[in-house]
């Protein structure tokens, strides 16, 4: 490959001009990249949760544990493979496949980097870009739930049953919050274009401060940090991720909608989680973190933002976000039910809605330097959203006593027995007692004798 060095953002106008080799290429590389991101991602949390929980982790399969997956792949594979007889057959060999192949798909209008040559071809580093791309990552992300909840249904059992009814009803309630979150970026970038949101993420901000102007980054998870903060909580409870693994609940479910899988399709149902779960993250990064541009200081380099350097910082950035959600596995355990829908209906979506009116006014005002107010206003919203969430709930008071609630009562009310009273044993009982002992002293005293 010559590796001509441009610094150039692709376009619309770029896509749809390479050989067919070179598309096969690409989709070849986007697929390789999700089946090697979930080896290494499932690798990769097994290790970091055993270094939080104070032990090993995977240390025995390959150095340092790497080839721990394939060989659990493997093992998977040569499982014997159970087809419940109360099974839809047809629906239920293809549900994990339709969890994997929207998954994967998603990743074609993901940007990996800018402009690069390949055997003397100028194309951008990203399979395809439409102008509604992010519309496609949606549509990918919610088809992605009617393998688990065909999964559940085709099964022809109740608990994954319930499993599949619980991801319907969750896909219902965050992927209206994660909607949502997008449109500020929308109306910020003006195109809905995966690469033109990270060429408008590449402007450089200077916001004045006491007189004295400095240069400010243009991530969006800064301009616009309650859309960031609420959009990658929805994409965590989008994956069925700890602590919003719901579909799943083994502890209340057995296994969810997975129960009645084995062999290679519950291996497919594993892949599709990883897979989503690296897919969101290079989403996340490609939306509010810059995509594949440098971040500071790397910048102050001028060849940062050039050449195959851009996938570098793309992929860390993607590991970076990969260890959030890993992290927040560790360490959160799973919500209740009521309090997972309590979550996204009532704090997630009303937040969503009033920060998308506050944006809404700032852009009608046109003689504002846009930018440093709209950087100002998602400061203070970003404070506030986390205020609301981590302020300490309200103290219950204190339970009345039965006493005062007697007190209380209003005069002339239905009189109440005293509290104290005791009811006295029944005269059978007291028969009862009156036979045994007799027998019971007499035992005594044998014992006593012996």
Same mark, same amino acid.
């Given at each position: !490959? $010559?590796?001509?060095?441009?610094?150039?953002?692709?376009?619309?106008?770029?896509?749809?001009?390479?050989?067919?080799? #070179?598309?096969?290429?690409?989709?070849?590389?986007?697929?390789?990249? +999700?089946?090697?991101?979930?080896?290494?991602?499932?690798?990769?949390?097994?290790?970091?949760? @055993?270094?939080?929980?104070?032990?090993?982790?995977? $240390?025995?399969?390959?150095?340092?544990?790497?080839?721990?997956?394939?060989?659990?792949?493997?093992?998977?594979?040569?499982?014997?493979?159970?087809?419940?007889?109360?099974?839809?057959?047809?629906?239920?060999?293809?549900?994990?496949?339709?969890?994997?192949?929207?998954?994967?798909?998603?990743?074609?209008?993901?940007?990996?980097?800018?402009?690069?040559?390949?055997?003397?071809?100028?194309?951008?580093?990203?399979?395809?870009?439409?102008?509604?791309?992010?519309?496609?990552?949606?549509?990918?992300?919610?088809?992605?739930?009617?393998?688990?909840?065909?999964? @559940?249904?085709?099964?022809?059992?109740?608990?994954?049953?319930?499993?599949?009814?619980?991801?319907?009803?969750?896909?219902?309630?965050?992927?209206?919050?994660?909607?949502?979150? *997008?449109?500020?970026?929308?109306?910020?970038?003006?195109?809905?274009?995966?690469?033109? *949101?990270?060429?408008?993420?590449?402007?450089?901000?200077?916001?004045?401060?006491?007189?004295?102007?400095?240069?400010?980054?243009?991530?969006?998870?800064?301009?616009?940090?309650?859309?960031?903060?609420?959009?990658?909580?929805?994409?965590?409870?989008?994956?069925?991720?700890?602590?919003?693994?719901?579909?799943?609940?083994?502890?209340?479910?057995?296994?969810?909608? !997975?129960?009645?899988?084995?062999?290679?399709?519950?291996?497919?149902? !594993?892949?599709?989680?990883?897979?989503?779960?690296?897919?969101?993250?290079?989403?996340?990064?490609?939306?509010?973190?810059?995509?594949?541009?440098?971040?500071?200081?790397?910048?102050?380099?001028?060849?940062?933002?050039?050449?195959?350097?851009?996938?570098?910082?793309?992929?860390?950035?993607?590991?970076?976000?990969?260890?959030?959600?890993?992290?927040?596995?560790?360490?959160?355990?799973?919500?209740?039910?009521?309090?997972?829908?309590?979550?996204?209906?009532?704090? #997630?979506?009303?937040? %969503?809605?009033?920060? *998308?009116?506050?944006?809404?006014?700032?852009?009608?005002?046109?003689?504002?330097?846009?930018?440093?107010? #709209?950087?100002?206003?998602?400061?203070?919203?970003?404070?506030?959203?986390?205020?609301?969430?981590?302020?300490? /709930?309200?103290?219950?008071?204190?339970?009345?006593?039965?006493?005062?609630?007697? $007190? /209380?009562?209003?005069? +002339?009310?239905?009189?109440?027995?005293? !509290?104290?009273?005791?009811?006295?044993?029944?005269?059978?009982?007291?028969?009862?007692?009156?036979?045994?002992?007799?027998? %019971?002293?007499?035992?005594?005293?044998?014992?006593?004798?012996?």
């Amino acid at each position: !490959m $010559n590796a001509v060095y441009l610094a150039q953002d692709p376009t619309l106008a770029d896509f749809g001009k390479d050989p067919w080799w #070179l598309v096969l290429g690409k989709i070849v590389f986007a697929f390789v990249f +999700g089946l090697l991101a979930t080896l290494l991602g499932v690798w990769f949390e097994r290790r970091v949760v @055993g270094r939080m929980a104070v032990r090993p982790g995977p $240390n025995q399969v390959g150095p340092f544990g790497l080839l721990q997956t394939l060989a659990d792949g493997l093992k998977m594979a040569f499982k014997e493979d159970i087809l419940p007889r109360t099974a839809d057959k047809v629906v239920f060999f293809f549900a994990p496949t339709i969890s994997v192949i929207c998954a994967v798909t998603a990743l074609s209008v993901v940007p990996f980097g800018p402009m690069v040559s390949i055997f003397g071809h100028h194309t951008p580093l990203q399979v395809t870009d439409v102008s509604v791309a992010v519309l496609v990552i949606l549509a990918c992300s919610s088809m992605g739930i009617y393998g688990i909840v065909l999964g @559940g249904w085709a099964s022809g059992s109740t608990y994954p049953l319930l499993g599949g009814l619980r991801s319907s009803a969750q896909m219902i309630s965050y992927e209206v919050a994660m909607g949502l979150s *997008i449109v500020a970026v929308f109306m910020t970038a003006g195109t809905m274009s995966t690469s033109g *949101i990270v060429a408008a993420q590449g402007d450089a901000t200077r916001l004045t401060i006491l007189g004295t102007e400095i240069p400010a980054p243009g991530w969006y998870a800064i301009l616009l940090l309650p859309s960031f903060i609420i959009f990658f909580i929805a994409t965590v409870g989008e994956t069925n991720r700890a602590p919003f693994d719901l579909p799943e609940a083994e502890s209340e479910l057995v296994a969810g909608f !997975m129960t009645e899988y084995s062999s290679l399709k519950f291996a497919l149902f !594993m892949l599709s989680e990883y897979v989503s779960m690296v897919t969101m993250s290079a989403v996340t990064t490609t939306l509010f973190l810059g995509g594949w541009r440098a971040p500071w200081p790397i910048t102050l380099w001028s060849g940062a933002n050039s050449g195959w350097w851009p996938m570098l910082w793309f992929f860390g950035k993607v590991l970076i976000l990969v260890f959030v959600f890993v992290w927040l596995r560790g360490t959160l355990p799973r919500l209740r039910y009521d309090q997972f829908m309590r979550f996204g209906w009532k704090v #997630l979506l009303p937040i %969503n809605l009033v920060w *998308i009116l506050v944006l809404s006014g700032l852009r009608s005002i046109e003689d504002w330097q846009t930018r440093d107010r #709209l950087l100002a206003t998602a400061i203070g919203a970003g404070v506030l959203l986390l205020a609301t969430l981590f302020w300490p /709930s309200r103290k219950k008071e204190p339970k009345p006593t039965v006493q005062e609630q007697v $007190n /209380s009562r209003p005069h +002339g009310s239905f009189p109440l027995p005293p !509290m104290d009273l005791q009811v006295p044993p029944s005269p059978r009982t007291k028969r009862v007692v009156a036979e045994r002992e007799p027998a %019971n002293i007499a035992a005594g005293s044998d014992s006593r004798e012996v």
